[in-house]
Nanobody, 116 residues
Framework: QVQLVESGGGSVQPGGSLKLSCVAS????????MGWYRQAPGKQRELVALIHPNDDTNYADSVKERFAISRDGTKTSVYLQMNRLKPEDTAVYYC??????????WGQGTQVTVSN
């Protein structure tokens, strides 16, 4: 079993910054890629950013140059630095982890709200 616990969500004005954190615990020895997805009301869940074991990264076009994903040395924590936030970034952000020999896991989600 694996648990993913997110923190760092909240409310911010347009142009502001937030940093999301996610810590994986439990049976994590085969953890592979980790990342972040988001889901806005009435929309499908979408990939925001993904980081692979070799530190290669993937970003949604809408967040490139504004968001940065990183991972700690143990490869069991992942972070998302979000800068120059826009109202359209408002969503519930979910931590994601996939494994070499198990199904992917999701965190419980953390709300990010960008408004005046």
């Amino acid at each position: 079993q694996v648990q993913l616990v997110e923190s760092g969500g909240g409310s911010v004005q347009p142009g502001g910054s937030l940093k999301l954190s996610c810590v994986a615990s439990g049976t994590t020895f085969s953890i592979n890629a980790m990342g972040w997805y988001r889901q806005a009301p009435g929309k499908q869940r979408e990939l925001v950013a993904l980081i692979h074991p070799n530190d290669d990264t993937n970003y949604a076009d809408s967040v490139k140059e504004r968001f940065a994903i990183s991972r700690d040395g143990t490869k069991t924590s992942v972070y998302l630095q979000m800068n120059r936030l826009k109202p359209e970034d408002t969503a519930v952000y979910y931590c994601y982890a996939d494994f070499l020999d198990a199904v992917p896991y999701w965190g419980q989600g953390t709300q990010v709200t960008v408004s005046n």
